[in-house]
């Protein structure tokens, strides 16, 4: 390989990197060109590929870009026709029977990053094992050719358009009980961060959207949908007196919820509340998997209800790896994804948005009085994510200084009980638990703390960062 070229680097989630750093059209044909090498004897790959692309900047010229490449190396390519949701591509994926689908997105990542998503054929994360053999394909190419442009290819019809919107909300007329969400006279109000979220639940109930529109920049904030940027539409919610606010990231597959109060209901929160929703009001089975970081309220729901409950790595590919091969009613992590049973074995902002509504119209309750039914029945947990931006240096001293601590120890102030290192450190200890691990999308550490019964979140929390000199 030419020392020239730029390094591509797979994380938990793709391939993500700064446009025109890293992010190039050149890596993204080489990008492309290693993932067509890797799948030109797959035993469905004349079905083809789907393509699609979110709001960001330049997303549907890499999209396209991508294109021409699989179609040059005569692979069929359905190109959606417009910017459509990460759950879209993965459903089309599984509907039309492609062999793979690319998503061109950094999904919440900061304006200037963009990426390149792989879906399998069931519409879940790639494989582990299949992303090795593109990097090891993509470690020997230098540059890549392509002599057709896309219009060409069109017209040779190697290159499909696909109205992807258009059969993701027809889908989504059939799994969610649109009538029951109508009658419930609910007060909505959705926040699409200026993602590929906009403009689709308004077309079945009436909802007030805030940033419904395409801003490359994202209104000069990353399309996250955590506490700290959400302070608009919370300040709607106590304003207007909304019984809901939904939010969803800059590809739609995560999503954050607001109760009635203008209160940031937290992931681990919005998890429980589903599972208790799916098994209770709708009767389904199967295991519930969590991500290695998500609450402890999860596992107290689970013993009392004798459901099996599975822990993984952090990283939705892990999850939807067991959701393709086992029978599992929920699976979450904590930072909003969630996928459900009988839909996708993936995560999907809308549809569980719109599942959250069919469960507030089918409970008849406001989310704080289900927050509060849960609080009586299981204790308060309190939980809190601090995402630290430090050095390479100063991220593996860290690590390594996590490495050596043992019971006993102290860790923000806390005496440790329990150690692990499925993904990254945790320790426990008498009424919570912390988690330091090196994020796999971005240059930082996170540290995750949990505590039952008193909120001390916040306190060991900055405890751990001075302890670390962070």
């Not at 900047?57 to 990460?86: M, Q, R």
């Not at 459903?91 to 029977?97: E, P």
């Not at 994020?439 to 670390?468: A, H, M, V």
Request: glycine share 8%; hydrophobic share 35%.
């Amino acid at each position: 390989m030419s020392s020239k070229v730029e390094p591509v680097k797979f994380g938990t989630d793709g391939w993500r990197a700064v446009i025109a750093d890293t992010y190039t059209f050149e890596n993204v044909r080489r990008v492309a060109y290693a993932t067509a090498l890797s799948f030109k004897n797959h035993p469905k790959i004349n079905k083809g590929i789907i393509i699609g692309y979110d709001t960001r900047f330049l997303s549907k010229e890499f999209a396209h870009c991508a294109a021409e490449v699989f179609a040059n190396n005569g692979i069929k390519v359905i190109l959606t026709d417009s910017f459509v949701t990460t759950p879209t591509v993965s459903l089309l994926s599984r509907d039309l029977g492609c062999t793979l689908g690319v998503m061109i997105t950094a999904s919440h990542n900061p304006f200037k990053y963009n990426g390149f998503k792989l879906k399998d054929e069931f519409g879940g994360s790639m494989d582990p094992k299949e992303i090795e053999v593109i990097e090891s394909k993509l470690s020997k190419i230098d540059s890549v050719n392509v002599n057709k442009n896309l219009d060409t290819l069109i017209k040779e019809g190697l290159v499909e358009l696909f109205d992807g919107k258009e059969y993701y909300m027809s889908y989504l007329k059939k799994s969610i009980n649109i009538d029951l969400i109508k009658k419930s006279g609910l007060k909505v109000i959705y926040d699409a961060m200026y993602g590929a979220g906009q403009n689709i639940m308004n077309n079945f109930i009436e909802i007030v959207q805030l940033h419904g529109e395409v801003n490359p920049s994202f209104g000069k904030s990353s399309p996250e949908p955590v506490q700290k940027n959400l302070s608009e539409i919370s300040n709607e919610i106590k304003k207007n007196h909304f019984n809901i606010g939904i939010v969803t990231d800059g590809d739609a597959d995560r999503i954050a919820i607001i109760d009635e109060r203008g209160n940031f209901l937290d992931a681990q929160k919005t998890f429980a509340l589903l599972i208790k929703y799916l098994y209770e009001k709708k009767g389904m089975t199967g295991k519930v998997v969590r991500g290695y970081s998500t609450s402890e309220l999860v596992k107290k729901y689970c013993e009392k209800n004798g459901l099996e409950l599975v822990t993984v790595p952090i990283g939705f590919k892990h999850i939807s790896k067991i959701m393709i091969n086992d029978d599992v009613m929920i699976g979450a992590e904590e930072s909003g994804g969630i996928g459900i049973k009988g839909h996708l074995p993936e995560r999907d902002g809308i549809y569980n948005g719109m599942l959250y509504l069919e469960m507030l119209a089918e409970y008849g309750k406001s989310i704080s009085e289900l927050k509060k039914d849960l609080d009586d029945e299981f204790g308060e947990y309190f939980y809190q994510r601090n995402d630290v931006r430090t050095t390479e240096d100063k991220k593996i001293s860290t690590l390594n200084v996590c490495s050596k601590l043992k019971t006993g120890d102290l860790i923000g102030g806390k005496k440790i009980s329990t150690t692990d290192n499925l993904d990254g450190y945790k320790f426990t200890f008498d009424n919570g638990w912390i988690l330091i691990r090196a994020s796999g999308t971005e240059p930082l550490l996170r540290i995750y703390c949990e505590t039952y019964g008193n909120n001390e979140t916040e306190k060991i929390l900055d405890n751990t960062i001075k302890q670390f000199e962070l």
